[in-house]
């Protein structure tokens, strides 16, 4: 093989390693989506896509499949970003997707989520 041909080659394996590396969020972006998530999982509030609605846990659940599919591809890098991208509406059918909480009228879900962040972000830090 020649050296062009060797050169090349290299070229090509190191790209290919390059492009199937995925950079993760920062660390503040994981800890909040995290948090959003598990807000929602453990808020008791029904979630509705598409049309049904659905408990808390299954809400988590799919967030958190959106979530990973979004970070396979880096594409999400900020808890805006995320409740941009996975948490407001149907990737497939557009619709927008509602919380709705005991007592409360139903709400958009990034209206939700983006209270909710800004609750955890006036949060006081933990003592450590």
């Given at each position: 093989m020649?050296?062009?041909?060797i050169f090349a080659l290299n070229a090509a394996l190191?790209?290919?390693?390059?492009?199937s590396v995925h950079a993760a969020p920062p660390p503040q972006a994981v800890r909040e989506i995290d948090q959003l998530i598990g807000a929602l999982g453990a808020s008791g509030?029904?979630?509705?896509?598409?049309?049904?609605?659905?408990?808390?846990?299954?809400?988590q659940q799919h967030?958190?499949?959106?979530?990973?599919?979004?970070?396979?591809?880096?594409?999400?890098a900020?808890?805006?970003q995320f409740i941009e991208r996975a948490g407001t509406k149907s990737s497939l059918s557009g619709r927008?997707?509602?919380?709705?909480?005991?007592?409360?009228?139903?709400?958009?879900?990034?209206?939700?989520?983006?209270?909710?962040l800004r609750e955890l972000r006036s949060a006081p830090a933990p003592v450590r």
């Open positions: 020649t050296k062009p041909a190191l790209f290919a390693v390059a492009a509030c029904e979630f509705q896509r598409n049309g049904s609605w659905h408990p808390a846990a299954q809400a967030l958190r499949r959106k979530y990973d599919w979004l970070r396979e591809r880096d594409m999400v900020t808890a805006e927008v997707y509602q919380v709705r909480c005991a007592g409360r009228p139903a709400v958009p879900s990034a209206a939700w989520l983006g209270a909710k």
